[in-house]
């Protein structure tokens, strides 16, 4: 794939009819009746024996494409990805799934994805997946990073395009550096915006409107010539025209000098007053709350902390006050940071946010971690990789298996977590992912990774299963 340079570039249509030679009877009795067929379909009596009935249905997820993003063009380390088909009851079996290594799918190589089983490709670059047919519901894709330079882990999920993205914790300074890199695997171009915002406000970002991908392309664009000395950032992109897999590459020193770690900032789908970021992992040797403020007033937000043993306020920084349009960094003292934990926030304004966690020299970020309504995935890395759950306002369960790479079963266990606390569960020596199904109570999480080839995290992946397809009435003209 080429690495083109950004240049800069910079509702709804709704189809008119021309009105005929008709009489005002004809109008007015046309009003009549189009106004009483709105009324009856809001009032919900459209579905009456004397008419159709709007009925939403579930289909199955038929189609899946997967990106995993390259941060920098040479190799300093190894890169893997783990496909896999979730072992769900009553999905299919048949399908097609390809891979292309550099992103090209038009060169893609044919996979053999069995329900359950999980394969491990290895991209040369930014490595796109497609998978058609009944094995694309339930199909999951992450990648994992390993630097050569430092013994350091990057773990993220590969995500499907979409038309907007929110990344908060990048830097663009010497000891700390990230990479915006935008893909489209889409047969047409794309048009985006990318907005960044500092702990002085919007930057005043010059090239960054407009900016065109190509389809089949990769554009990377590092902060440093974006906002230069921005020590905490926060990325929007915003698509109007087609779509892109975003993900952001992180490099992050504590000191001066120490090899940076490394890290995939975790992705937000949207601005939001109510947050949960998880999984914070155990043991850092220190947390760093980073929150963004993409409303137009001020944002004051209630931090929480959700631990073996409930909720809590940390002693420090407990409530944070955020100008509109700025990111404001907060050390979470040693509230946090020695248990597995997530941070609940509650904000006036719409917000983002991470929790950037240090430990042995390397560099993780947890992200948002919405309630899980279904089946979720995640792979099982590193050393020691530990189940994080998190609980709402009341008790709840969920049923946690580990499968190996061939799809067996190695390990199961129904997981207890009180109310507003956060419980773990460890995985056998052998298992590859772990499946979560929700039981009673609401639930959030992920799964963190440590040991002697890094620290990271990444939160539970919801399973693409169904799709709902919206309720439709016949419309009945008059003659």
């Known amino acids: 794939m080429s690495t083109p340079t950004p240049t800069p570039g910079r509702g709804r249509r709704v189809a008119e009819r021309k009105p005929g030679a008709v009489s005002r009877q004809t109008v007015a009795g046309g009003v009549l009746v189009a106004l009483a067929a709105g009324m009856l379909a809001v009032a919900g009596l459209a579905g009456s024996a004397d008419g159709p009935e709007a009925v939403s249905t579930s289909v199955p997820v038929d189609h899946v494409t997967a990106v995993c993003a390259s941060g920098r063009p040479e190799l300093t380390g190894s890169r893997t990805m783990l496909l896999g088909s979730a072992p769900l009851d009553g999905l299919g079996s048949g399908g097609r799934a390809v891979f292309a290594p550099d992103g090209n799918l038009d060169g893609a190589e044919p996979q053999r994805l069995e329900r359950g089983r ?26 994992a990073d390993r630097d050569s330079d430092a013994p350091s882990l990057a773990t993220a999920e590969c995500p499907t395009p979409r038309a907007r993205w929110y990344f908060t914790g990048a830097g663009a300074t010497v000891d700390h550096q990230s990479t915006l890199v935008l893909t489209n695997v889409d047969p047409g171009p794309a048009v985006v915006d990318v907005t960044v915002l500092g702990t002085e406000g919007e930057v005043d970002t010059v090239g960054t409107r407009g900016l065109t991908v190509p389809a089949g392309e990769t554009l990377r664009i590092p902060m440093v010539d974006v906002a230069p000395q921005g020590e905490a950032l926060s990325i929007q992109v915003s698509a ?15 000191e001066p000098g120490d090899a940076p770690g490394t890290d995939w900032l975790p992705a937000q789908t949207a601005a939001s007053r109510s947050l949960r970021v998880a999984p914070v992992i155990e043991r850092a040797d220190s947390s760093t709350l980073v929150v963004a403020n993409h409303g137009r007033l001020e944002a004051l937000v209630e931090v929480e902390v959700s631990g073996p043993s409930g909720a809590f306020q940390p002693t420090e920084n407990a409530e944070l006050q955020i100008p509109p349009g700025s990111v404001v960094t907060a050390d979470l003292g040693s509230g946090i940071g020695k248990d597995a934990a997530s941070v609940n926030l509650r904000s006036s304004s719409p917000v983002s946010a991470t929790v950037r966690s240090l430990r042995g020299g390397d560099t ?62 460890r995985p056998g020596r052998d298992a590859d992912y772990v499946l979560v199904e929700p039981g009673s109570g609401a639930l959030s999480g992920g799964i963190s990774y440590s ?14 299963v169904e799709l709902r397809k919206p309720a439709v009435l016949p419309v009945l003209a008059a003659r």
């Open 451 to 464: 040991g002697s080839g890094g620290t990271s995290q990444v939160r539970l992946q919801p399973l693409p």
């Open 364 to 425: 993780s970020y947890a992200g948002e971690a919405p309630p899980l309504t279904g089946p979720a995935v995640a792979p099982v890395l590193g050393d020691k990789a530990t189940v994080q759950l998190s609980a709402g306002r009341r008790d709840a369960t969920a049923q946690v298996t580990a499968y190996d790479a061939d799809g067996k079963r190695v390990d199961q266990a129904t997981v207890e977590v009180p109310a507003t606390a956060t419980s773990t569960w």
């Open 240 to 254: 109007s025209r087609g779509r892109v897999a975003a993900a952001v590459a992180d490099r992050f020193a504590a």
């Open 118 to 143: 999980a394969v491990e490709l290895r991209p040369e670059s930014t490595g796109v997946v497609d998978v058609d047919g009944g094995l694309a519901a339930g199909t999951f894709v992450f990648q």
